[in-house]
């Protein structure tokens, strides 16, 4: 069932509020360079279902390589709560341990996307990576 | 077992020489390090280079003022700070080392920032130590420019 959950940055300039349906959207994580070094928990959220509620001035945006995916970041405290990802730049990656309400225990990742080899990683992932629309 | 290891933030800008012992990999669950998904490494200042980057490295800090959460303006990447827990040393954050497979990291130590106060009492108690002098809250940041003095780029 759709939920709407909020989060944010730690200094709390970034606030967003999302609706997604948890039970049907595993939270993942990817071992490419940058997730590794983000730690980021990937919750996929179609565009239309993430509402910025403030800061998105905040943002600073980083892109490399092919440029394709945008990540965001506060530039005040250096929090990821959400990016674009290059698998599906149309939609949102939010990062569960930016939520309000993240459980460590029950918000664990249950898939494994291996980034570090991006394109086979692309080719082999199940259509629910994809944002549900 | 120490050894010695480089990393660094994703765009390149920040660079360090660390030595860490892996066998001693720390998670917190305070309100940053949750956010942040660090697994800490604590190492010595005399055990810590800062190789370059120090104009791409910008602290936030938060509360008492003490640690230095320092991160790449660029890119974002949190490869060290300054804990609050032990202003006199540096943490490594183990997912900004070179080679690392983020996915097998599992740590061996925690520490529940959540209740700080209580899991610094107890982490002293196991450890041996004193309570740090945070030289009237200035401890972390003083740490820091002593990195930053040291960098050569």
Same mark, same amino acid.
């Given at each position: $069932? ?12 970034? !606030?967003?509020?999302?609706? =997604?349906d ?5 939270i993942?994580e990817? /071992?490419?360079s ?6 980021i ?26 440029? =394709?995916?945008?990540h ?6 250096? $929090? ?5 990802p ?5 939609n949102?990656? =939010?990062?569960? !341990?930016?939520? /309000?309400?993240?459980?460590p225990?029950? $918000? ?7 980034? !570090?080899?991006?394109e086979?990683?692309?080719? !082999? ?9 | ?6 990393? @660094?933030? +994703? ?16 998670? %917190?669950?305070?309100?940053?390090c949750t ?23 910008? *602290? ?8 230095? +959460?320092?991160? %790449?303006? +660029? %890119?974002?990447?949190? *490869? ?7 202003? +006199? &040393?540096?943490?490594v954050?183990?997912? %900004? ?14 520490? @529940? ?7 610094? *009492? &107890? ?6 130590q ?9 401890? @972390? ?13």
């Amino acid at each position: $069932m759709l939920q709407t959950y909020e989060g944010g940055c730690h200094c709390g300039r970034v !606030r967003f509020r999302i609706e =997604v349906d948890l039970d049907e959207t595993p939270i993942g994580e990817c /071992d490419c360079s940058i997730c590794t070094k983000k730690a980021i928990l990937h919750l996929p959220v179609a565009r239309e279902r993430l509402e910025i509620l403030s800061g998105a001035d905040e943002l600073t945006t980083y892109t490399f390589n092919t440029g =394709v995916a945008k990540h965001t970041f506060c530039r005040h405290c250096g $929090m990821h709560p959400f990016y674009q990802p290059r698998s599906d730049p149309e939609n949102y990656s =939010v990062n569960a !341990r930016c939520l /309000d309400h993240y459980d460590p225990e029950t $918000m664990r990742s249950q898939r494994l996307f291996e980034g !570090r080899n991006w394109e086979e990683a692309f080719a !082999r992932r199940g259509a629910d990576w994809a944002a549900a629309h | 077992m120490l050894e010695t290891r480089e990393g @660094g933030c +994703h765009c390149g800008r920040v660079r360090f020489r660390a030595k860490v012992d892996l066998d001693r990999l720390s998670q %917190c669950d305070c309100s940053i390090c949750t956010k942040k998904g660090i697994l800490h490494l604590v190492t010595d200042p005399a055990d810590f280079e800062l190789l370059k980057g120090k104009d791409a490295l910008t *602290a936030y800090t938060f509360q008492t003022g003490v640690a230095q +959460h320092t991160f %790449c303006r +660029h %890119c974002g990447m949190h *490869a060290f700070y300054i804990p609050r827990s032990q202003p +006199h &040393k540096i943490t490594v954050n183990a997912r %900004c080392l070179d080679g690392i497979d983020g996915p097998s990291l599992k740590p061996a130590r925690f520490f @529940g920032g959540r209740n700080w106060e209580e899991a610094q *009492a &107890k982490r002293l108690a196991e450890e041996h130590q004193d309570p740090p002098d945070t030289m009237g809250g200035r401890a @972390g940041a003083l740490t820091l420019q002593a990195i930053l003095d040291r960098c050569p780029e």
